[in-house]
């Protein structure tokens, strides 16, 4: 099993910064995928960026050029840098991992974006 704490959600202006944190349990040269997903009120789940055990990574055209996901193998930690931040941001950040044995999620942090 994985675990996984997300930190460093919060209140921001419109056009700040932040950097999410996500700490696993096991080391994540063993997991095949680090990602980021968010969740806003009343919406669905969506896909914001991953990482895999290789480096690649990818990112949702929303948050292109805006957002990078990076990580430190020797904290087991992914990070998420968000620049620029619009209120349309504003959301519930969930770090997943996928491994051989499945996909677990964080318990979410709170991104707020104010106008």
């Known amino acids: 099993q994985v675990q996984l704490v997300e930190s460093g959600g919060g209140l921001v202006q419109a056009g700040g910064s932040l950097r999410l944190s996500c700490t696993a349990s096991?080391?994540?040269?063993?997991?095949?995928?680090m990602g980021w997903f968010r969740q806003a009120p009343g919406k669905q789940r969506e896909f914001i960026a991953h990482?895999?055990?290789?480096?690649?990574?990818n990112y949702a055209d929303s948050v292109k050029g805006r957002f990078t996901i990076s990580r430190d193998n020797a904290k087991n930690t992914v990070y998420l840098q968000m620049n620029s931040l619009k209120p349309e941001d504003t959301a519930v950040y969930y770090c997943?991992?996928?491994?051989?044995?499945?996909?677990?999620w964080g318990q979410g942090t709170q991104v707020t974006v104010s106008s």
């Open positions: 997943s991992a996928i491994v051989v044995a499945g996909h677990y």
């Open positions: 096991i080391n994540i040269f063993s997991i095949n995928v």
């Open positions: 990482i895999t055990s290789g480096g690649s990574t």
